[in-house]
């Protein structure tokens, strides 16, 4: 797992985010389409994992595409990225401007980290990954910790034939139906196209809803 820490250090506002090692090009871009939406100063953590699946998935569960199952390991995600957070002065941190987001597996490990601390006010999820098995299970037994929650989705996804996959839409409006019953400040915005369309303008919406409200 690798930390980079990317605009100004006295920026007021932190973004924390996991990337692939894939992702490389996608944190300047990312970073580019935030500032084109809010002009509130920020900084970002882009937190790159060794393995998708097993370091964002928050428990085991089969594997829904070829042989790779989802290894259950956000919990040690979590651990390295609040030790990172606790040994750099880093802007926002222990204040109500430090938000965790992602995209697709990344957006839901940044909604499952807000039911696990309270470190993070804001949660940006661009299409996460609500058909997990038993996610929106977990939402409706636990309480989340943050404030403000912005969920997304793209309006071809839920038309996948893969059995597991297309949950995705049920799940996403019962994630939604659950933050609002619990009282956050939450918006759901169906996006169009499928799961692989704009990923870093749709995250880059996600964190600008939250940043212009701080």
């Known amino acids: 797992m690798e930390f980079g820490f990317y605009r100004d250090p006295e920026a007021p506002v932190l973004l924390v985010q996991p990337f692939d090692r894939r992702e490389s090009e996608s944190v300047e ?9 809010t002009d509130t100063e920020f900084a970002l953590i882009a937190v790159t994992v060794d393995d998708w699946n097993d370091d964002l998935s928050p428990w085991n569960a089969p594997a829904v595409y070829g042989k790779k199952d989802f290894g259950g390991e956000a919990s040690r995600t979590l651990d390295a990225i609040l030790k990172y957070m606790s040994s750099h002065d880093l ?12 995209y697709s597996l990344a957006g839901l490990f940044a909604l499952w980290a807000a039911y696990q601390t ?10 996460p990954s609500v ?16 404030g403000r929650v912005y969920l997304s989705l793209g309006d071809a996804e839920p038309r996948t034939r893969h059995p597991v996959m297309s949950a995705v839409g049920a799940g996403i409006e019962e994630a939604h139906d659950l933050l609002l019953g619990a ?5 759901l915005e169906w996006n169009s196209g499928n799961h692989f369309a704009d990923p870093e303008l749709r995250t880059a919406k996600a964190f600008a809803w939250l940043l212009n409200d701080l």
């Open 118 to 127: 309270d470190v993070f006010s804001g949660v940006a999820a661009a299409s």
């Open 183 to 187: 009282g956050v400040d939450s918006t």
């Open 29 to 37: 871009k990312e970073i580019h389409e935030i500032r084109k939406l």
């Open 91 to 102: 802007p926002g941190k222990g204040t109500e401007k430090c938000c965790i987001g992602g």
């Open 131 to 146: 058909w997990y098995p038993g996610f929106t299970d977990y939402m409706r037994e636990h309480d989340i910790r943050a």
